[in-house]
């Protein structure tokens, strides 16, 4: 693996997430499956314009919501300092996105905010609390739609991918479970970024991470999951949290994924399988089905993201990112480039980001 794939790979995921996110611009939170169809045709190709009644209703084609301005933010802070810099990008949140809230979901930049957005925002506006203080209990994807940038800059500093990973999700979202399946997403995304393939071996190298006190989790099984040795004590290095379960999940995926006994077809209806709501439980293993089942094909992947229904936008914008560092950004297809607003700018900050992992 070459420095020069291995940019290509960076690159590709973070442009794959921005594909993802405007692709659900339109078609965004349709839980009726009949009027999605009635709405966008059978199946949605490319990006669309929201219905004027619907959560991004005013905005235009190949824009971004705000899930995806949020990244574009953390990638500035990423890109201009070279490092992840906590107290810039809260700043950035302070000054440039917090003054055009006003705590109701359907404002602000994007067309429609996120609770946990919404949440951070009444602490530190109304509040007056610290950023230390920020974080609320919602329960889903938001932080890893941002933080995949983080995932992507120490893809090869696990310790600090975890590290960096954690203390920004915990600036909006606090619950546990919640933050270890961040940290896990940032996990797997970063050996993609490698090249390493979402496939049945994929969590054991994550384990093995485990076992060499790079990644937070417990874990006291030896080997391939086999029970630990009798009257050997416990791991001194017991992790943040509680399991190793998160980083586990998505091989298993990837095994069902490749069974030819078990099959989900067409394979959108993954979102009607693992559930079509927007907590993390429910969008994480979708996103690990298709990025695995379509690991080098970034346009069957994020289409079927897309019109899966529900959540769709985050299913798109993950599996876009796990699926573009699977096939660089030289293997997504120039339209969804194209057809991107601020395209150019967009691809320049991931090659910049990509430039500096070392």
Not at 22 to 29: D, T
Not at 147 to 170: D, G, K, M, Q
Not at 244 to 260: E, M
Request: aromatic share 8%.
């Amino acid at each position: 693996m070459t420095d020069t794939t291995l940019q290509d790979r960076a690159a590709g995921a973070i442009l794959g997430a921005f594909i993802g996110d405007a692709l659900g611009l339109g078609p965004h939170w349709y839980y009726n499956l009949d009027e999605l169809r009635r709405d966008y045709g059978d199946w949605i190709t490319s990006y669309t314009t929201p219905k004027p009644e619907r959560y991004h209703g005013g905005m235009a084609a190949g824009q971004l919501s705000q899930a995806g301005l949020i990244l574009r933010m953390l990638l500035q802070s990423l890109t201009e300092r070279g490092e992840y810099d906590e107290a810039d990008f809260c700043r950035r949140l302070d000054e440039d996105l917090f003054p055009q809230l006003d705590g109701t979901p359907m404002h602000g930049p994007g067309g429609y905010t996120s609770q946990s957005i919404r949440e951070a925002w009444r602490r530190r506006v109304q509040q007056g609390l610290p950023w230390s203080q920020t974080g609320g209990h919602a329960d889903t994807t938001e932080a890893i739609e941002r933080t995949l940038a983080l995932a992507v800059r120490y893809a090869r500093e696990p310790r600090r991918l975890a590290e960096s990973i954690a203390r920004n999700t915990l600036l909006t979202q606090s619950d546990e479970l919640v933050l270890s399946l961040t940290v896990a997403y940032g996990a797997v995304l970063a050996l993609l970024v490698q090249g390493e393939k979402l496939d049945a071996h994929l969590s054991g190298k994550l384990m093995h991470l485990v076992k060499s006190d790079e990644l937070p989790f417990h874990a006291v099984t030896t080997g391939e999951l086999q029970a630990p040795r009798r009257g050997e004590a416990e791991p001194s290095h017991v992790g943040r949290f509680a399991s190793p379960d998160a980083l586990l999940t998505p091989s298993f995926i990837a095994r069902a994924a490749a069974d030819p006994d078990i099959r989900i077809e067409p394979a959108w209806k993954v979102s009607l399988v693992y559930g079509m709501p927007c907590a993390v439980y429910h969008v994480l293993p979708a996103v690990y089905y298709l990025a695995a089942r379509f690991s080098d094909d970034f346009e069957s992947a994020v289409l079927h993201a897309i019109n899966g229904g529900g959540q769709n936008q985050a299913r798109a914008m993950l599996t876009g990112a796990l699926v573009g560092a699977q096939c660089g950004l030289s293997g997504i297809p120039g339209r969804f480039i194209a057809g991107l607003e601020h395209a150019d700018q967009l691809r320049e900050l991931a090659r910049t980001l990509a430039s500096h992992l070392s």
